[in-house]
Structures are given as C-alpha cells and as structure tokens.
C-alpha cells in the first residue's frame, strides 16, 4: 500500500516561494515516475512536474524556470516554486506512477 501526505502549502504574496514536500511510504522503490499535480477551481487537473526513477525530469511551460522537482530518495519528493502567481493558485497533489495519489495540499498567492 503506498501512502503518500503532502505538505508546505500555504498563503503566499504574489512573487514569494514555497516549498512543497510530499512524504511516501510503502512500496514505492519500484515507481517509474513521482511529480506533481495541480488542480484550479474549475479547471482540470494538470502536469506541474515529473521526475523518473533515473533523475530525468519534466516540467509544463507554466513551471519552467520558477520550479524545480527533487527527490532526496524514494521517500520524499520536493517541489520548490519561486516567483509565484495568483495563476499558481491551486490545491498540488504529488503522485506515484500517475497510479498513486496524495490527498493534496493547498496553495494560494494573493496580496
């Protein structure tokens, strides 16, 4: 059973940074790919970021450049996001194999 519980989201000012982490348990040394999600009211959930099991990663138009994925291993996956926009407004949920899902995590930039 793989488990996984994200973290970090928040308020935030237009410009600002967070920082999203996202805890997995389980079997998980097998995945092909973890990354994120993003989901707007309204809109459908979308590609942030990927990152496979042989470090390559993946970034959507609207990431590149202010994000960046890392992993420290098999059990913690990172989403570092600077000079945020109210666009970026949107529960994140990280994923395993686009199999796997976390309950998600909220982040919202408004002065």
């Known amino acids: 059973q793989v488990e996984l519980v994200e973290s970090g989201g928040g308020l935030v000012q237009p410009g600002g940074s967070l920082r999203l982490s996202c805890a997995a348990s389980g079997l998980i040394f097998r995945y092909l790919v973890m990354g994120w999600y993003r989901q707007a009211p309204g809109h459908q959930r979308e590609l942030v970021a990927d990152?496979?099991?042989?470090?390559?990663t993946n970034y959507a138009d609207s990431a590149k450049g202010r994000f960046t994925i890392s992993r420290d291993n098999y059990k913690t996956l990172y989403l570092q996001m600077h000079n945020l926009t109210p666009e970026d407004t949107a529960v994140y949920y990280c994923?395993?194999?686009?199999?796997?899902w976390g309950q998600g995590t909220q982040v919202t930039v408004s002065s």
């Open positions: 994923h395993v194999n686009r199999e796997y």
């Open positions: 990152i496979t099991n042989g470090g390559r």
